[in-house]
C-alpha cells in the first residue's frame, strides 16, 4: 500500500466515524449535534481506529477469531485510553467522558463502547475487509486524485491547528479567570459565610427562644443567598470574558 492509500484510508475511516457518531448523538439526544471538535465531517480518533483496524487485519489472519478480538479490544483501548487522557491533560478537554459508564478506566475507556469498536472491527474484518482491499488495489490515484487528497488534508490540517489553538486561549481564559477572579471569590465567599455563621450563633445564643428549626431555615437562606449572588456575579464575568475570547478571535 503507498503512501496516496493510506491518506485515503485514513481520512475515509474519519469521515464514516463522523456519520456513525453523528447518527448516535443525534438519537442520544434528540437534535444534530456535530460529535468533534473539529468544524469539518470528521473525527480523527476514528480514522486512526479505522487505520489500525484496517492493519490488524493484514496482519491478524493467523489469529483465531477470539485472539483477533483481544488484539483489537487491546490495540483500540489504548489508543482511546491515550487521546483521551492528552486532550485532558494538555488542554483540559473531555473529548468524552464515561465516567458514569460501568468498567471504566478514569472516564477515557470503557466496556461498553469497547464493544461497540470491537463490533465494528468484526464487521469489517470479516465482512467489508475484502471489498475495501480490492478497491485499494484497482485504485489508481492521478494526479487529479493527489491534488484533490491533497487539498482535503490541507483542510483537515488548518481545522486541526485552528481548533487546538482555541482550545488552548479557552483553556487559558479559564485559567486566568479562575486565578484571578473565581478562587478570590470563593475565600471572600469562605469568609462571609464564617462571620454569618458567628453572627447567626450569637444571635441564637442571646435569645434562647428561637427554635431549631426557624435557626436551620436562616442558615440555609442565609448559605443559598450568598451562593446565588456569587454565582451570577461568577456567571456574568465568565460570559464577558468567552464574548472577549470570540471578539479576538473574528
Not at 469539518?40 to 485472539?67: A, E, K, Q, R, W
Not at 468484526?122 to 491534488?147: A, W
Not at 484533490?148 to 481545522?159: A, E, K, R, S, T
Not at 428549626?213 to 437562606?221: G, P
Request: charged share 20%; with cysteine.
Amino acid at each position: 500500500m503507498d503512501i496516496g492509500n493510506l491518506l485515503l484510508t485514513y481520512i475515509i475511516f474519519a469521515s464514516l466515524g463522523w456519520i456513525i457518531e453523528l447518527i448516535y448523538r443525534s438519537l442520544e439526544t434528540g437534535h444534530l449535534l456535530n460529535p468533534g471538535f473539529l468544524k469539518g465531517p470528521y473525527l480523527p480518533i476514528y480514522g486512526f481506529g479505522g487505520f489500525i483496524t484496517y492493519i490488524l487485519t493484514v496482519y491478524s489472519n493467523d489469529l483465531t477469531v477470539i485472539g483477533s478480538a483481544a488484539l483489537f479490544l487491546l490495540t483500540i483501548g489504548i489508543m482511546e485510553y491515550i487521546t483521551g487522557f492528552l486532550f485532558q491533560r494538555f488542554f483540559r478537554i473531555r473529548l468524552w467522558d464515561y465516567s458514569d459508564r460501568r468498567f471504566n478506566i478514569d472516564g477515557h475507556v470503557c466496556l461498553r463502547f469497547l464493544v461497540y469498536w470491537l463490533i465494528l472491527a468484526g464487521l469489517f474484518k470479516y465482512h467489508l475487509f475484502p471489498f475495501f482491499q480490492y478497491i485499494l488495489k484497482n485504485l489508481d490515484i492521478s494526479s487529479v486524485g493527489v491534488f484533490f487528497l491533497g487539498m482535503v488534508y490541507g483542510v483537515f490540517l488548518v481545522d486541526m491547528v485552528n481548533s487546538l489553538d482555541i482550545a488552548y486561549k479557552t483553556r487559558k481564559a479559564v485559567l486566568e479567570f479562575n486565578q484571578n477572579y473565581i478562587s478570590p471569590k470563593i475565600a471572600t465567599f469562605k469568609h462571609l459565610y464564617h462571620d454569618a455563621t458567628v453572627e447567626l450563633n450569637r444571635r441564637v445564643e442571646e435569645n434562647q427562644k428561637i427554635s431549631g428549626f426557624r435557626t436551620k431555615l436562616l442558615t440555609v437562606n442565609h448559605y443559598f443567598r450568598l451562593s446565588r449572588d456569587l454565582n451570577e456575579v461568577i456567571r456574568d464575568k465568565l460570559e464577558k470574558k468567552i464574548d472577549e475570547l470570540r471578539e479576538h478571535e473574528d
